[in-house]
């Protein structure tokens, strides 16, 4: 019974702030319920069958800040809060996280603790953001200066990367503030696009540095195909950057520069029936591809916060409206207990790993799809929250 009045509870409270909301926010406060109802501790967000420290849950974690900031609804706040206090010792140690794994999705979660520490401080929030920015200082890098997307995918940079590890950087350098490490956090972005670039505009998931690795170009390096999450991954970490970067940085219309061209690539591919986007966006058509959610989902927010910053044209703003209302009517169902689901979300993808991920597109294709997948839920979110604004 308390469950079911819990539940109630989260249904009628959207229903009742959406007369005075934007439809964007609306759905964005109804996305976020749904999501409670489902897993009422953050965590199990990804079906984990314990707590880990993980870039899905550290990212709906952000999400649920952000509508908070946007609502004053505490109840957003107060989830992300008892997850925070369950992985944030009071020495301000991060439960089941290892630095020495130098795993650029571990640190994604540095984002949430620098806002949640502006709302709420704690000493041990301090400590555990530090920890972060440590291994940033000591992960291994290409030669010319690009992160390892792990210790155990050597001279590997992945686009998935930029989002998990260098937004938590270019956070903390803008609240530390930590003024150098501006043209290091460009690096990043440049040295990556500058071996995945494909002819077409868009990129491709992974780089070897190394050529050794089976899912590479002997050549150069790259991964097969563009895969839609990846790219997804890029131009919201290209946003986030942006965001935060100074404005007479040297190196920022080159990051523009990139955002523009790939956001452009994107619609070029895009279907446009629905506005949403294939699971390889760039093989629209060809047998086994489906429009996939969690990448519309975050093609979404950054054409939406583009538009707001002024890095892309207003009219991207319009664009990324038609994509939310894609979503909507294609991909957004209602479940017999009255909360939302988003479907069709591509639960995970890599390269390399055992068993071994080739990036072709038949890999990419093949992978599990599944409902209310964090990758997909938190975007969603973000992008609704962006276009309410």
Same mark, same amino acid.
């Given at each position: 019974?308390?469950?079911?009045?819990?539940?109630?509870?989260?249904?009628?409270?959207?229903?009742?702030?959406?007369?005075?909301?934007?439809?964007?926010?609306?759905?964005?406060?109804?996305?976020?319920?749904?999501?409670?109802?489902?897993?009422?501790?953050? !965590?199990?967000?990804?079906?984990?069958?314990?707590?880990?420290?993980?870039?899905?849950?550290?990212?709906?974690?952000?999400?649920?800040?952000?509508?908070?900031?946007?609502?004053?609804?505490?109840?957003?706040?107060?989830?992300?809060?008892?997850?925070?206090?369950?992985?944030?010792?009071?020495?301000?140690?991060?439960?089941?996280?290892?630095?020495?794994?130098?795993?650029?999705?571990?640190?994604?979660?540095?984002?949430?603790?620098?806002?949640?520490?502006?709302?709420?401080?704690?000493?041990?929030?301090?400590?555990?953001?530090?920890?972060?920015?440590?291994?940033?200082?000591?992960?291994?890098?290409?030669?010319?200066?690009?992160?390892?997307?792990?210790?155990?995918?050597?001279?590997?940079?992945?686009?998935?990367?930029?989002?998990?590890?260098?937004?938590?950087?270019?956070?903390?350098?803008?609240?530390?503030?930590?003024?150098?490490? !501006?043209?290091?956090?460009?690096?990043?972005?440049?040295?990556?696009?500058?071996?995945?670039?494909?002819?077409?505009?868009?990129?491709?998931?992974?780089?070897?540095?190394?050529?050794?690795?089976? !899912?590479?170009?002997?050549?150069?390096?790259?991964?097969?195909?563009?895969?839609?999450?990846?790219?997804?991954?890029?131009?919201?970490?290209?946003?986030?950057?942006?965001?935060?970067?100074?404005?007479?940085?040297?190196?920022?219309?080159?990051?523009?520069?990139?955002?523009?061209?790939?956001?452009?690539?994107?619609?070029?591919?895009?279907?446009?029936?629905?506005?949403? !986007?294939?699971?390889?966006?760039?093989?629209?058509?060809?047998?086994?591809?489906?429009?996939?959610?969690?990448?519309?989902?975050?093609?979404?927010?950054?054409?939406?916060?583009?538009?707001?910053?002024?890095?892309?044209?207003?009219?991207?703003?319009?664009?990324?409206?038609?994509?939310?209302?894609?979503?909507?009517?294609?991909?957004?169902?209602?479940?017999?207990?009255?909360?939302?689901?988003?479907?069709?979300?591509?639960?995970?993808?890599?390269?390399?790993?055992?068993?071994?991920?080739?990036?072709?597109?038949?890999?990419?294709?093949?992978?599990?799809?599944?409902?209310?997948?964090?990758?997909?839920?938190?975007?969603?979110?973000?992008?609704?929250?962006?276009?309410?604004?």
């Amino acid at each position: 019974m308390k469950n079911l009045l819990r539940l109630c509870l989260l249904l009628l409270v959207p229903a009742f702030y959406g007369c005075a909301q934007s439809d964007e926010l609306a759905l964005a406060e109804n996305v976020a319920r749904s999501e409670m109802a489902h897993n009422p501790e953050m !965590w199990t967000c990804d079906g984990a069958p314990k707590p880990k420290w993980e870039y899905t849950p550290t990212l709906m974690a952000r999400a649920f800040l952000e509508l908070y900031q946007a609502t004053g609804d505490t109840a957003y706040l107060n989830h992300v809060k008892r997850f925070a206090d369950l992985f944030i010792g009071e020495d301000g140690s991060i439960l089941t996280y290892k630095k020495s794994l130098y795993n650029m999705d571990r640190v994604q979660g540095g984002n949430f603790l620098i806002m949640l520490n502006a709302i709420d401080p704690k000493p041990q929030y301090t400590i555990a953001i530090e920890m972060l920015r440590d291994q940033l200082r000591e992960q291994p890098r290409t030669k010319e200066g690009g992160f390892w997307h792990k210790l155990i995918y050597e001279h590997q940079m992945w686009l998935d990367g930029l989002f998990t590890g260098t937004t938590f950087y270019a956070r903390y350098a803008a609240w530390k503030p930590e003024p150098d490490a !501006w043209s290091d956090i460009a690096n990043q972005f440049l040295i990556v696009d500058k071996h995945t670039f494909k002819p077409n505009g868009l990129n491709c998931h992974g780089w070897d540095e190394s050529c050794q690795m089976a !899912w590479s170009d002997p050549e150069t390096g790259c991964s097969p195909e563009t895969w839609g999450r990846a790219e997804g991954w890029y131009v919201m970490a290209l946003c986030d950057v942006l965001e935060l970067m100074p404005a007479d940085h040297p190196q920022r219309d080159d990051l523009q520069r990139i955002l523009s061209r790939v956001i452009d690539a994107l619609l070029m591919v895009q279907d446009k029936d629905t506005h949403l !986007w294939y699971q390889v966006p760039d093989r629209a058509g060809k047998e086994g591809n489906y429009l996939e959610s969690t990448c519309s989902a975050m093609y979404c927010f950054a054409m939406a916060k583009g538009a707001r910053l002024g890095v892309l044209p207003a009219h991207y703003k319009d664009e990324a409206r038609k994509v939310l209302e894609g979503l909507k009517t294609h991909k957004i169902i209602t479940n017999a207990d009255g909360t939302l689901s988003l479907i069709d979300c591509c639960a995970v993808a890599g390269l390399g790993g055992n068993p071994y991920r080739d990036g072709t597109y038949e890999y990419y294709i093949h992978e599990r799809i599944r409902p209310d997948d964090p990758k997909g839920i938190a975007p969603l979110i973000l992008a609704a929250l962006e276009l309410s604004k």
